[in-house]
């Protein structure tokens, strides 16, 4: 009998055993496999984050790369604006003759015709009114001072011409020809009037040529300002044409046609302000003269009307 339950004992300990052996068998392999899972995730994990630093390397180096040439290009571009700019002349007589089309040809030589008329009209009237004053005051100051016993004699003393000369040579032939004068006009007046005719006519006919130009200089001072702006304007529209036709802006697309406006304005008001200037000093100086001819001839008309009725 104990023989019986020692054997039933080691057999019931070694189907322990076995038990116990295949429960560690099972748990080491089920360690195994979840060891194989860990490393193999872990590697993955790893190749994708060393595939994602490659991929940001490479596209570093290519943004690198494309700064890099926009670099350059801008680099390119803007050397070639320098050289461009300094190709350009920006003269004046290239920007109007090398730059513009005929329109503003045209706008700039009836500018520098208008120009040319009015400093020729200006330094001659100028010269002329010097040579008339000073004239005009070497025999009124004859005529002053005396030592003539007639106005004949005065007549020959006085060297030069001036409105002063005209007026006593008219006056003196007024006589003269107021008597032999047969027509009937000369008739239907008296000497006075006849002789007042006379001294007025001499007096409109100075006047009159101390007036020649100012007519051109006003037109041209109230119309030169004028063709100006027209050249500005033309310009203008010259350069946005050459920035739709281009397709882009830049400075050397639009500076010579703005340029050529902006010449366009200043040389109007070149042309203008001094024909403007030159007519209001010349018409204040002809109106100081026509008083004082006036006067003058108010004076003449006296005297030879009673050296009429002396004689």
Same mark, same amino acid.
């Given at each position: 009998? =104990?023989?019986?339950?020692?054997?039933?004992?080691?057999?019931?300990?070694?189907?322990?055993?076995?038990? $116990?052996?295949?429960?560690?068998? *099972?748990?080491?392999?089920? /360690?195994?496999?979840?060891?194989?899972?860990?490393?193999?995730?872990?590697?993955?994990?790893? #190749?994708?984050?060393?595939?994602?630093?490659?991929?940001?390397?490479?596209? /570093?180096?290519?943004?690198?790369?494309?700064?890099?040439?926009?670099?350059?290009?801008?680099?390119?571009?803007?050397?070639?604006?320098?050289?461009?700019?300094?190709?350009?002349?920006?003269? !004046? !007589?290239?920007?109007?003759?090398?730059?513009?089309?005929?329109?503003? =040809?045209?706008?700039?030589?009836?500018?520098?015709?208008?120009?040319?008329?009015?400093? @020729?009209?200006?330094?001659?009237?100028?010269?002329? %009114?010097?040579?008339?004053?000073?004239?005009?005051?070497?025999?009124?100051?004859?005529?002053?001072?005396?030592?003539? %016993?007639?106005?004949?004699?005065?007549?020959? =003393?006085?060297?030069?011409?001036?409105?002063?000369?005209?007026?006593?040579?008219?006056?003196?032939? $007024?006589?003269?020809?107021?008597?032999?004068?047969?027509?009937?006009?000369? =008739?239907?007046?008296?000497? @006075?009037?006849?002789?007042?005719?006379?001294?007025?006519? /001499?007096?409109?006919?100075?006047?009159?040529?101390?007036?020649?130009?100012?007519?051109?200089?006003?037109?041209?001072?109230?119309?030169?300002?004028?063709?100006?702006?027209?050249?500005? *304007?033309?310009?203008?529209?010259?350069?946005?044409?050459?920035?739709?036709?281009?397709?882009?802006?830049?400075?050397?697309?639009? @500076?010579?046609?703005?340029?050529?406006?902006?010449?366009?304005?200043?040389?109007?008001?070149? *042309? /203008?302000?001094?024909?403007?200037?030159?007519?209001?000093?010349?018409?204040?100086?002809?109106?100081?003269?026509?008083?004082?001819?006036?006067?003058?001839?108010?004076?003449?008309?006296? @005297?030879?009307?009673?050296?009429? #009725?002396?004689?």
């Amino acid at each position: 009998m =104990k023989l019986g339950l020692l054997l039933n004992t080691f057999n019931s300990a070694q189907a322990t055993d076995n038990a $116990a052996q295949s429960v560690a068998d *099972v748990a080491n392999n089920n /360690a195994q496999q979840v060891a194989e899972v860990v490393n193999q995730t872990t590697q993955g994990a790893a #190749d994708t984050a060393t595939q994602l630093a490659d991929s940001v390397a490479g596209t /570093a180096a290519q943004v690198v790369d494309t700064a890099s040439q926009v670099g350059a290009t801008t680099a390119d571009a803007m050397a070639q604006a320098s050289e461009a700019a300094e190709q350009v002349d920006f003269g !004046m !007589m290239h920007l109007v003759m090398g730059q513009g089309d005929w329109v503003l =040809k045209a706008a700039f030589l009836t500018m520098l015709v208008m120009s040319v008329i009015s400093w @020729s009209i200006i330094v001659y009237r100028l010269i002329g %009114a010097l040579r008339v004053r000073s004239q005009m005051k070497r025999h009124l100051n004859l005529m002053n001072a005396g030592g003539y %016993a007639s106005y004949e004699q005065l007549l020959s =003393k006085m060297q030069g011409t001036s409105p002063v000369k005209h007026m006593l040579s008219e006056a003196m032939s $007024a006589g003269v020809d107021f008597k032999r004068s047969n027509n009937p006009f000369s =008739k239907s007046l008296n000497f @006075s009037d006849y002789l007042m005719r006379r001294i007025r006519h /001499a007096l409109d006919v100075n006047l009159n040529a101390q007036d020649g130009g100012l007519t051109v200089l006003a037109s041209i001072g109230a119309t030169a300002p004028f063709v100006g702006l027209f050249g500005t *304007v033309w310009g203008i529209y010259h350069a946005l044409i050459n920035i739709a036709v281009m397709g882009n802006v830049n400075i050397a697309t639009i @500076s010579g046609p703005i340029g050529e406006a902006l010449i366009a304005t200043a040389f109007g008001l070149f *042309v /203008a302000i001094p024909a403007v200037l030159a007519y209001n000093a010349l018409n204040r100086s002809n109106r100081v003269l026509n008083r004082h001819l006036d006067g003058f001839a108010h004076d003449v008309y006296n @005297s030879f009307l009673q050296t009429e #009725d002396k004689e």
